[in-house]
């Protein structure tokens, strides 16, 4: 079992920053693959970025040069810095683990972004 709580989420104007936290129950450097997902209202989830306990990092298109994920093994917490934010970034971020063969999610955190 793997809990997860996501922070850092609020409202931010258009090009502003604002940096996604996500702290986990569980020793991070055994999960498998951990990533950021995020809804917009009356839109499927989609996947922003992932990486993976070898290193390997990958966005989503949307994201690329903006957004950078991280991980600080020592405090088992996640991270992506979101920079240039724009108004399409506007929606609810989850934390998302895959350990042990099951999927983890976070409750989520509102990011909202103003034109």
């Known amino acids: 079992q793997v809990q997860l709580v996501e922070s850092g989420g609020g409202l931010v104007q258009a090009g502003g920053s604002l940096r996604l936290s996500c702290a986990a129950s569980v020793s991070i450097s055994s999960i498998n693959v951990m990533g950021w997902y995020r809804q917009a209202p009356g839109k499927q989830r989609e996947l922003v970025a992932t990486?993976?306990?070898?290193?390997?990092?990958n966005y989503a298109d949307s994201v690329k040069g903006r957004f950078t994920i991280s991980r600080d093994n020592a405090k088992n917490t996640m991270y992506l810095q979101m920079n240039s934010l724009k108004p399409e970034d506007t929606a609810v971020y989850y934390c998302?683990?895959?350990?042990?063969?099951?999927?983890?999610w976070g409750q989520g955190t509102q990011v909202t972004v103003s034109s």
């Open positions: 998302n683990a895959y350990f042990r063969l099951n999927n983890y």
């Open positions: 990486f993976t306990t070898i290193g390997s990092r």
